[in-house]
Nanobody, 122 residues
Framework: VQLQASGGGSVQAGGSLRLSCAASGRAFSNYVMAWFRRTPGKEREFVAV????????YYEDSVKGRFTISRDNAKNTVNLQMNSLKPEDTAVYYC????????????????WGQGTQVTVSS
């Protein structure tokens, strides 16, 4: 499956952004979809995951209550709504597809998008 992330940008603290990831190729609904992020000098960090049917989600503690992951299997898309953004949310955000529910390690995912930059200024 090929993944294409979009929607990044620059916002002030407290603002919102919506990231989207479009998938093509193999059956999208067969994959668990997640978002990760990476800042310079650090490993990719898990952000959020949604299961195959969108009936279950799981978030990294620092984004709970602020970020919402969703998917539309008819449109082959997964989204990340980010509200109340903080400067520490600044990172390159990646969407990923895998087969393991609730995987929080990068190794749990088989396919990756190219990344989209999110910059939050104070």
């Amino acid at each position: 499956v090929q993944l294409q992330a979009s929607g990044g940008g620059s916002v002030q603290a407290g603002g919102s952004l919506r990231l989207s990831c479009a998938a093509s190729g193999r059956a999208f609904s067969n994959y668990v979809m997640a978002w990760f992020r990476r800042t310079p000098g650090k490993e990719r960090e898990f952000v959020a995951v949604v299961n195959w049917s969108a009936s279950s989600t799981y978030y990294e503690d620092s984004v709970k209550g602020r970020f919402t992951i969703s998917r539309d299997n008819a449109k082959n898309t997964v989204n990340l709504q980010m509200n109340s953004l903080k400067p520490e949310d600044t990172a390159v955000y990646y969407c990923a597809a895998g087969r393991t529910w609730n995987g929080i390690r990068a190794d749990d995912y088989d396919y990756w998008g190219q990344g989209t930059q999110v910059t939050v200024s104070s």
